[in-house]
């Protein structure tokens, strides 16, 4: 079975670009999240998506940042106009099962990331 | 929201022996707490995960140990080999419910031969 999957590993781009960033969850899976790593800091969670719904946008940092989820697949992360704060490497994960209060917790699998740079 | 702190965050063992890594939570209320391992150039992955309705699990050479009261849980490793070496991240769930996670700042192992 294939895993999480995320295009491109590696991006960089000058301040004021726009990027998108693709990720492909496993087949199934409904739940997908994306996460961003700043360099030697913690892994900071962005939103989930349920399906195509988001389900929660709550670590989102600013406006410039859009994620989209069409048809309940695979999802995309776009950030424009990009900052230099926003460099660091973005992960996305996908597990089974809507969250279901928080008695329940499903494995999160990760993807390799997409490591990106703002010059 | 949770608050997860990690220590050490870099730590070399000579092959062989054991590591252990710590880390500390801060809502009460949580219930679950999964490590994760990141090779370099891949994604972190599930090594092992605790409930908070035991104080310690263990599969092979890695257990994690859950001290509720205290409010921490560890990573032990036992008989350290070179492919172990890795950062190493804690987690707990996010305050508030869902099942999104919050990360300590991870710890680098290194296995020396």
């Known amino acids: 079975e294939a895993g999480v999957t995320q295009f491109p590993s590696h991006s960089v781009i000058e301040k004021g670009q726009t990027v998108t960033l693709r990720c492909d969850p496993i087949s199934g899976h409904d739940n997908l999240y994306w996460y961003r790593r700043v360099m030697g800091k913690e892994i900071k969670f962005l939103l989930h998506?349920?399906?195509?719904?988001?389900?929660?946008e709550s670590g989102m940092p600013n406006n410039r940042f859009l994620a989209e989820r069409t048809g309940g697949t695979y999802s995309t992360l776009k950030v424009q106009p990009a900052e230099l704060e926003d460099s660091g490497v973005y992960f996305c994960?996908?597990?089974?099962?809507?969250?279901?209060?928080?008695?329940?917790?499903?494995?999160?699998?990760f993807g390799p990331g997409t490591r990106l740079t703002v010059l | 929201g949770e608050n997860v702190e990690q220590h050490p965050s870099t730590l070399s063992v000579q092959e062989g022996d054991s590591a252990v890594i710590k880390c500390t939570y801060s809502d009460s209320a949580s219930n679950y707490f999964p490590w994760y391992k990141q090779e370099l150039g891949k994604g972190p992955q599930l090594i092992i995960d605790i409930r908070s309705n035991v104080g310690e699990k263990k599969d092979q050479r890695i257990a994690v140990t859950l001290n509720k009261t205290a409010k921490h849980f560890s990573l032990h490793i036992t008989e350290t080999q070179p492919e172990d070496s890795a950062v190493y991240f804690c987690a707990a769930p996010f305050t508030g419910g869902g099942n999104k996670l919050t990360f300590g700042t991870g710890t680098q192992l290194k296995v020396e031969l």
């Open positions: 994960a996908s597990s089974q099962d809507p969250a279901v209060g928080r008695g329940l917790y499903n494995e999160q699998f």
């Open positions: 998506f349920v399906k195509e719904s988001k389900q929660d």
